[in-house]
């Protein structure tokens, strides 16, 4: 190919000078240029390498069905592989290089692999290793996963940076009445007409100009500006270097605006590129068609690219793409093109299939009628063409034609994509041989040549008639076609006998003969073929050559094409980088955070802070010089022996009020709730219908009707939920309102011996809460000094005399200014997570890591808490045989053998000398005792304590502390009678 | 994306809402058998079609809702308020409106 860059026309911009670095060399283009249109005008051909077999690749469109130009943008951070060279605009000090070469697109070692080309046929991976020795039956995955990275490597598609994305990226979201994809002729005017009417209208365009193939006819200049300008006055919202790559449910389209892909300099405030989710009334589709190739051999060859193209390189871009060309088609589609580079002064002779093919021949132009192409000739540049002549069922070598550029239109598919996102079935039409969009009973219309309308004319009406459906008018619906002389459908030109590579898929290197492989091997659906052959898998979706592969897969089956069915389309249609998808979700806004009101008082007071689902709360409050383990063991030891304070706030809280509030909790809970007096609290576990456990927390009763329930901090949303459930869906009848007040409380415990003490310092009026007034499990309404309003519950986590007081959030701080001054003058500490572990640890008391949904309520040792006077939620399904099994693994206590010796969370318990399998159960939490005085742990084991009396089991590492040998004991390793918390 | 007219808050995109499970389900009463229970929790059909579908509206109103919902094409046929109560007084107060 000898392409150049004309003196004159086109919309490139000579007065706007453009330098760009190709493979290391700067290079220089204009305003106006994609990265493919300045590479061609200088006179670079090969710009990759092919994925399987290192083939050189050059241009082959300028648009998104580009199979070969896929180069590699950017540096550093920024690098992106696989773009196409056709999409990209050119900006100043862009920085592209070519792919999957080793040491560069022009020398490649890895072209080797085409020299082994039988070995990378379609199913290569699974037959070569898979099926033979040692790989079968699953043996030998080591050795294959060595291989998979050699040959991965030999084959590839660039890779992308290994670095944090720099970029942002927005989501955002929009509404229309009518959403028009595509501004060709059918597009614009449907939005003009639409518009005009009085409908809200987003035109949707990924080109950064509007116009589809108005932009490359400069004779159809003014009437493009015409229109453009009259859709503007309309009041069209116009989106360029947009695409809607997806159409979803109830008219939604997900849309990927290219905000600053284009610019040099971007303002850092803008994001790279907005990630649109847009609900729209009706849908127009003017997407147009793309012009598809023929399969011969070396169809692939840099120099061999769509007829179309040619045009737009032409009068788009000012490049004469080549001086000797030949123009191989099946179709009226390219005489057009033929003139026009015969006039910039190229020498043009057409190939036409067709016997008599269209009446006029254009001025200076040749047409060789009856000719097919069989075989390019040249390697990185190409130097001619054999054509061939049908001779009867087969082929004949007839003549060759000397070229610098050869064009081929096998035909042209209509995008039907975004349809059959929608599931609407593409349907064959034989005269037009292409897909035509297939029914569908959602607002979705097709215009211009995305439904086969071939004719400008034609595609211009085709818009204002599938406006008008879409407004609910009455619109003719205009016919498919439109060509003088019609297509002959040609798929694949080849001698019998002879060796050829003819891809049907570039990107993914597909040949026909890997269709006719599979074929062969018994892969006769058109869904298993595209998966063995990997046929349309690329990032291109395969749009120059699916229509080729089918038609090959037909043939090979005997059948005709609509027998054989196409695939269905999937979103995206053009890819979609990930951090679009994640948006602003990312690092910190990954998820929430949620503090609690109490988070900046603890971080003044040297909290040490961790995250418990979604909740910052304090882990440790370390003292000077101190590690975390000797924080927590201090902190739990003084609570056992003066008092602590504990930031709770993120408990879940529930109001549960009205008349049939205490028959609600009845249901919920497995214990009775229907008679607990007013002013106690209980403790409750509640089941899910299957009987396995949901959650657990206390339940304080505040007046007759009037309830507030407790949830551990992990399941407040999925308990929340569950009651609106129940109370909307299942008992309707009772009277009973739940509100989530969370957030409405700032809670602490305050435990250990000292606790009463340090809260009847902070309370306003002496108030009684000695053991008689508030004995364990009572609730109270009291009044801090100041005035604050508070509602204490004597519940202890711990296994000390503790307390729970709430009072509303915004007097969080004040109520710690109380308590805090208090405590510490009586030897006490703030307390965090770790230390809340140790202690509850050391009772035996269950968190989310034993209530982890696999658990009955007897696994858990808390049997006795199931009511056998009521039913309630899961009370049948618990008594499945399997659920009551004696051996199932149940709660137990763990101590290492030699006291000294310390073991990990998420340890297999087993035999000795047996850690094979899933053993015989698990540790779910360890801590170092400061009331012991050695490492503990909570875990479940099969048959729980009694199955394992005076038998050795170990605790089971095998990548961190290898080997423990532990005893199983009661989980309730501290005070098991509990005397401390009811003192 | 699912679009849910929610007959509390108008046509909303389904991220708002969580699916809950099988709407034609009459559960049990408390007291039933492990076997009608088990039937109620594990035997469900596998409707290719329209299904009745309970959904929560947790980033809305916060009411459950039972919809009809074609399970092949996402066409929702019907929305009306779980509860039954809150159902009948919604049609009466859009007959009154008629
Ligand atoms: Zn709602």
């Not at chain 1, 050059?58 to 950017?74: D, F, H, K, P, R």
Request: charged share 20%; net charge negative.
């Amino acid at each position: 190919m000898t392409a150049r860059r004309l003196d004159t026309g086109g919309r490139i911009d000579r007065t706007r000078q453009i330098d760009f670095r190709w493979d290391g060399k700067t290079l220089t283009g204009f305003a106006g240029d994609t990265l493919a249109s300045a590479l061609m005008a200088n006179g670079e051909s090969v710009l990759g390498r092919s994925f399987k077999y290192h083939r050189p690749r050059g241009i082959m469109s300028a648009g998104v069905e580009e199979s070969g130009a896929i180069v590699t943008v950017g540096e550093g951070a920024r690098r992106e592989p696989n773009v196409k060279a056709t999409m990209q605009e050119l900006y100043e000090g862009l920085s592209a290089s070519g792919q999957n070469a080793w040491p560069n697109v022009r020398f490649d070692l890895g072209a080797v692999n085409g020299l082994f080309s039988r070995f990378f046929a379609a199913g290569f991976y699974y037959k070569t290793f898979m099926g033979l020795p040692p790989f079968e039956w699953g043996h030998g995955t080591g050795l294959w996963m060595q291989y998979e990275k050699l040959i991965r490597k030999a084959a590839g598609m660039g890779t992308a940076s290994r670095e944090a994305d720099p970029d942002t990226y927005d989501h955002a979201h929009g509404f229309c009445d009518l959403l028009v994809v595509g501004s060709g002729p059918a597009g614009l005017n449907a939005a003009l007409t639409a518009a005009k009417a009085g409908r809200d209208v987003l035109l949707v365009e990924q080109d950064f100009e509007l116009g589809g193939v108005y932009l490359n006819d400069p004779e159809a200049e003014q009437q493009r500006l015409d229109l453009v300008e009259a859709v503007r006055a309309a009041g069209v919202r116009i989106m360029t270097r947009t695409t809607a790559f997806g159409l979803y449910d109830d008219g939604t389209a997900g849309l990927l605006e290219k905000v600053t892909d284009h610019l040099s300099r971007p303002d850092p405030h803008l994001p790279r590129q907005r990630f649109w989710t847009v609900r729209a009334g009706a849908t127009v589709l003017a997407t147009g068609a793309l012009e598809r190739s023929i399969a011969f051999d070396n169809n692939d060859r840099p120099g061999v690219m769509t007829a179309a193209s040619a045009q737009a390189y032409l009068n788009r871009f000012g490049v004469q793409p080549g001086e000797r060309i030949v123009i191989a088609t099946n179709n009226d589609s390219v005489y057009g093109t033929a003139a026009e580079l015969a006039q910039a002064g190229a020498e043009v002779t057409v190939a036409d299939y067709r016997r008599e093919p269209s009446s006029e021949t254009p001025t200076g132009v040749t047409v060789r009628t009856g000719m097919a192409p069989l075989s390019a000739i040249g390697k990185s540049g190409l130097q001619g063409i054999e054509l061939a002549r049908e001779a009867g069922t087969s082929w004949q070598k007839a003549e060759r034609l000397d070229c610098d550029l050869l064009l081929v239109s096998g035909g042209w598919s209509p995008v039907v994509n975004l349809s059959s996102h929608r599931g609407a079935k593409p349907v064959w039409d034989a005269k037009e041989a292409c897909f035509l969009p297939g029914e569908t009973s959602e607002p979705i219309f097709h215009a211009g040549s995305s439904a086969g309308i071939w004719t400008r004319e034609a595609c211009e009406a085709s818009g204002i008639a599938a406006a008008k459906k879409a407004m609910g008018q009455a619109a003719d619906t205009l016919a498919p076609g439109g060509w003088t002389t019609p297509i002959t459908p040609l798929y694949e030109v080849r001698l019998p006998n002879r060796q050829s590579k003819a891809f049907v898929d570039f990107q993914h290197d597909v040949t026909g003969d890997d269709v006719r492989l599979a074929q062969q091997e018994g892969f006769v659906s058109v869904e298993h073929l595209k998966r063995y052959t990997t046929l349309g898998m690329a990032t291109d979706q395969g749009k120059m050559g699916n229509v080729i592969g089918l038609a090959l897969m037909a043939e090979a089956l005997g059948k005709d094409i609509p027998d054989v069915g196409t695939t269905r389309f999937r979103p995206p249609y053009t890819p979609v980088a990930i951090s679009a998808l994640s948006g602003r979700n990312v690092a910190r806004h990954f998820k929430p955070l949620r503090r609690t009101p109490l988070h900046d008082w603890n971080l003044r007071y040297g909290a040490t802070m961790t995250e418990a689902g979604l909740w910052h709360r304090p882990w440790y409050f370390a003292r000077q010089g101190e590690t975390i383990a000797e924080a927590y063991v201090r902190e739990a030891a003084t609570v056992r022996e003066t008092v602590g304070i504990c930031d709770v706030s993120s408990l879940g809280k529930i109001a549960v009020q009205g008349p049939d509030a205490a028959e609600f909790l009845n249901r919920v809970y497995t214990n009775g709730f229907a008679k607990l007096p007013v002013g106690k609290a209980r403790y409750g576990i509640m089941l899910r219908d299957d009987g396995m456990v949901m959650d657990d927390g206390t339940t304080w009763r505040l007046g007759e009707t009037e309830f507030l329930t407790t949830t551990t901090t992990a399941q407040a949303g999925k308990v929340m939920v569950w009651f609106d459930e129940l109370l909307q869906t299942r008992w309707p009848d009772l009277k009973v309102h739940v509100s989530s007040v969370s957030d409405q409380w700032a809670g602490v415990s305050i435990a250990g011996p000292k606790s009463r003490e340090t809260i009847a310092a902070c309370l306003e009026t002496g108030e009684d809460i000695s053991n008689e007034a508030l004995p364990f499990m009572g609730v109270a309404r009291v009044r801090l000094k100041g005035g604050i309003d508070a509602l204490i519950a004597r519940i202890s986590f711990s296994g000390e005399r503790a307390y729970e007081l709430y009072v509303p959030a915004a007097s969080g701080e004040a109520m710690m200014d109380l308590l805090w001054p208090t405590a510490e003058a009586l030897g006490g500490c703030l307390y965090g997570m770790e230390a809340l572990g140790t202690l509850r640890i050391e009772k035996g008391h269950v968190t989310g890591v034993e209530l982890d949904g696999r658990v009955t309520i007897d696994d858990a040792g808390l049997g006795k808490m199931a009511s056998t006077k009521k039913p309630f939620i899961g009370s049948a399904l618990r008594q499945r045989p399997e659920l009551l099994r004696e051996d199932r693994p149940q709660l137990v206590g763990i101590f290492p053998k030699d006291r000294s010796q310390r073991f990990n969370g998420g340890s297999i318990l087993c035999r000795p000398g047996d850690p094979e399998g899933f053993g015989d159960g698990w540790i779910t939490a360890v801590t170092h005792s400061p009331a012991l005085g050695h490492w503990i742990g909570l875990g479940y084991i099969a048959g729980g304590v009694d199955a394992w009396q005076g038998t050795a089991v170990l605790a089971n590492d095998p990548t961190r502390s290898g080997d423990v040998e532990v005893e199983i004991v009661s989980p309730h390793m501290v005070d098991p009678q509990g005397v401390r918390m009811h003192g | 994306m699912i679009r849910i007219n929610c007959p509390f808050c108008g046509t909303r995109d389904h991220s708002e809402f969580s699916y809950g499970g099988d709407g034609s389900i009459d559960y049990p009463a408390l007291d039933a058998t492990k076997e009608a229970w088990h039937d109620a929790v594990f035997m469900r059909d596998n409707i290719c079609g329209v299904q009745l579908e309970t959904w929560h509206h947790v980033h809305g109103c916060r009411m459950w809702l039972k919809i009809e919902r074609d399970t092949l094409t996402h066409e929702i046929h019907s929305v009306r308020p779980a509860h039954p109560g809150l159902a009948a007084a919604l049609s009466s107060e859009q007959e009154a409106g008629q």
